[in-house]
């Protein structure tokens, strides 16, 4: 009973800054997990219904009737994003992978060129990088790598311009091109 005493003390100090009680966390956690989530995933799922309470309190919106079934909607609603992110990365993955086979087999990766650009490739940052394999090397137009990414097709246009003009930059400065 002292022990619950000074929790809630505890907590009256941290001014209720956490939107979720404890019951209501562990509900969180249970309908992530299964929605098949996994384990190492779950405290992100958390934070994640945390911020959307957070954020509905933010933008002046009322406080959801009852929070632990909103929180739970909310919780599969996430899990659902992280199978399709999960599926979307898995056939990436596979058309890379589908790509990288073909290019073994026809031996240009001895080239002088193909060396200099696997290493400005290299330089380039993660995302300039994966629009520019996804744009010439899968062959994918603007708005499928737009869609396959779920980032705006503006976005995608400014990234491949960016990589392109330093990966250009990078072979001038090797006197490869």
């Known amino acids: 009973m002292l022990r619950r005493k000074a929790r809630r003390g505890q907590e009256a100090d941290h001014g209720g800054d956490d939107p979720l009680d404890e019951a209501q966390e562990r509900r969180v956690r249970a309908v ?15 934070q994640q219904v945390r911020l959307r309470l957070l954020e509905r309190a933010a933008k002046g919106e009322e406080a959801p009737r009852d929070v632990s079934a909103w929180a739970a909607v909310v919780a599969s609603r996430l899990a659902m994003d992280w199978h399709r992110a999960r ?8 058309r890379l992978a589908s790509m990288r086979q073909t290019e073994h087999a026809s031996g240009e990766d001895t080239s002088l060129l193909s060396l200099a650009v696997a290493r400005g490739l290299d330089d380039l940052p993660d995302a300039q990088r994966q ?35 330093a990966l250009r930059a990078r072979l001038h400065e090797d006197e490869v091109v």
Not at 35 to 46: F, R, T, Y
Not at 87 to 94: D, H, K, P, V, Y
Not at 131 to 141: K, Q, S, T
């Open 87 to 94: 599926r979307r990365q898995e056939r990436l993955g596979e």
């Open 32 to 46: 992530l997990a299964l929605g098949g989530v996994p384990q190492a995933d779950l405290p992100d799922g958390v």
């Open 131 to 165: 629009v520019l394999v996804l744009r010439f090397y899968a062959d994918l137009p603007v708005r499928g790598i737009a869609e396959e990414l779920g980032i705006p097709e503006g976005t995608v246009k400014s990234r491949l311009h960016t990589a392109v003009r």
